[in-house]
Antibody
Framework: VQLEVFGGGLVKPGGSLRVSCAAS????????????MSWIRQAPGKGLEWISY????????HYADSVKGRFTVSRDNARNLLYLQMNSLTVDDTAIYYC??????????????????????WGRGTLVTVSS | EIVLTQSPGTLSLSPGERATLSCRAS???????LAWYQQKPGQAPRLLIF???SRATGIPDRFTGSGSGTQFTLTINRLEPEDFAVYYC???????FGQGTKLDIK
């Protein structure tokens, strides 16, 4: 059971990069479980920041304000892959990017979107450096 | 947004001792929706505790989570060399993490 993150690297401010996460050893998505996945990042020497999630079917997506409008999360369930497309990158986006399996324990009554979750499996992470 | 404050920032102890790590929330956390993670250098975080007090699969019973409301504690009994790491708490809603406690070998 593991997650492997890849695709990090050096990119100039204003540039784009896509990181990927490969899942293995568990059911990435099926008809019975809406298997949410998240992206979390950690700037050098700093703490953890959740940035996005996507539902198993890809129909529920949510972003932190810090990346909304610039980052896009997607998934390919046939290939057990999770993606994070990052555009308009700034130096503040420099971080290790982790993917994580999300355990949802609560939903918003009106929207049906998750409002409470934790992370029970993490990938090792990939470093994204934004620098000129 | 709930802010989590962890203390101390660094805790220096010897193997065999007991570690007590604190996580204080700026407002009450409903349903004990709090998790603890361990992160070693160069590694991804690992889930230790969920629901404030439930150990994740494979976590030794020397790790104990407790607390409710705004005050939560992670206790590690009989410290092993592999326990020296950084520990984060996380509240479930629009999740935020504490800033971490570094557990150092004295």
């Amino acid at each position: 059971v593991q997650l492997e993150v890849f695709g990090g690297g050096l990119v100039k401010p204003g540039g784009s990069l896509r990181v990927s996460c490969a899942a293995s050893g568990f059911t990435f998505s099926d008809s019975f479980n809406d298997a949410f996945m998240s992206w979390i990042r950690q700037a050098p020497g700093k703490g953890l920041e959740w940035i996005s999630y996507i539902s198993g079917r890809g129909n529920k997506i949510h972003y932190a304000d810090s990346v909304k409008g610039r980052f896009t999360v997607s998934r390919d369930n046939a290939r057990n892959l999770l993606y994070l497309q990052m555009n308009s990158l700034t130096v503040d986006d420099t971080a290790i990017y982790y993917c994580a399996r999300q355990q949802v324990v609560g939903h918003d009554f009106w929207s049906g979107y998750p409002n409470a979750w934790y992370f029970d499996l993490w990938g090792r992470g990939t470093l994204v450096t934004v620098s000129s | 947004e709930i802010v989590l404050t962890q203390s101390p920032g660094t805790l220096s102890l010897s193997p065999g001792e007991r570690a007590t790590l604190s996580c204080r929330a700026s407002q009450s956390i409903t349903s004990n929706y709090l998790a603890w993670y361990q992160q070693k250098p160069g590694q991804a975080p690992r889930l230790l505790i969920f629901g404030a007090s439930s150990r994740a699969t494979g976590i030794p019973d020397r790790f104990t989570g407790s607390g409710s409301g705004t005050q939560f504690t992670l206790t590690i009994n009989r410290l092993e060399p592999e326990d020296f790491a950084v520990y984060y708490c996380q509240q479930y809603g629009s999740p935020t993490f504490g800033q971490g406690t570094k557990l150092d070998i004295k």
